[in-house]
């Protein structure tokens, strides 16, 4: 399979697996990807996902084969009709665990998870400037979000490798750790989001952070307003409050 699916508690572990090719994006490995997403949202027992990479390397990008098929016009592939920016509309906490290469579009689908995690010494790059490319899907969007405009034009003009030290200072990722702790504290992470967090909390977050990216303070503060009003009204805020004073784990439903 190019992509494995494993349970770890209320943790859904997907595995891009194509550690030859540094697990390079093909279309069969994208459509295995957004499918196993899906699952992992209609799973009620799934709480977060953590995605990674089998190997050295999380995502080198588009496989060349794919690349040079397209050059010569012989690309007769059929990719997913959903977009790359796909994970981003997923109910649940999408945490990326980048382990090592990750590049042009591997970047890409680091960034569309909600939480990055990185090996330290993971080796970074944007890339398409060095291959006669542009910010693919959505990257010239989210970069200057994270990083600012500057730091922004610099990673994507110059396509320079940088490592996952520096993806961290540089606020693309979360946390910068040892490549032999990397799992264990993404897990450790996901865990806790999964024990003690309300899944309809953390849906209508995740839908709150990145739609409201394209708007304006008032609106966001407006539409909150209501969200919190609703959120009132769910069991989730009473199991929450009660889970709190009675000094144990909360008993979250699914989502719905």
Not at 15 to 25: D, H, Q, S
Not at 116 to 130: H, I, P
Request: hydrophobic share 45%.
């Amino acid at each position: 399979m190019v992509v494995l699916s494993e349970d770890d508690g209320g943790v859904r572990i997907l595995t891009f697996n194509r550690p030859e090719r540094l697990n390079a994006w093909t279309d069969e490995m994208g459509r295995r990807y957004f499918d196993l997403l899906e699952e992992a949202e209609r799973d009620p027992s799934v709480r977060v996902i953590v995605v990674t990479g089998a190997g050295r390397g999380f995502c080198a990008g588009a496989d060349f084969a794919t690349l040079t098929a397209i050059q010569t016009g012989d690309y007769d592939g059929k990719p997913d009709a959903r977009p790359n920016t796909f994970p981003v509309t997923i109910r649940k906490p999408v945490i990326a665990a980048v382990n090592g290469a990750c590049a042009g579009l591997g970047m890409v689908h680091a960034l569309v998870c909600d939480i990055v995690f990185t090996a330290a010494d993971a080796k970074w790059t944007t890339a398409f400037s060095r291959r006669g490319l542009v910010a693919e899907y959505g990257l010239a969007w989210i970069l200057p979000k994270l990083a600012g405009q500057a730091r922004a034009m610099d990673l994507l003009l110059s396509g320079r490798v940088f490592t996952g030290s520096e993806a961290y200072e540089l606020g693309l990722a979360g946390r910068a750790v040892p490549r032999d702790r990397l799992m264990d504290e993404t897990l450790a992470y996901a865990r806790e989001l999964a024990t003690w967090c309300s899944p309809a909390s953390m849906a209508v977050m995740k839908r709150q952070v990145w739609g409201d990216w394209s708007g304006s303070l008032d609106e966001s503060r407006e539409a909150a307003e209501g969200l919190m009003r609703e959120s009132f009204e769910r069991a989730d805020f009473a199991e929450g409050v009660a889970s709190f004073l009675e000094h144990r784990p909360p008993d979250f439903p699914p989502l719905g």
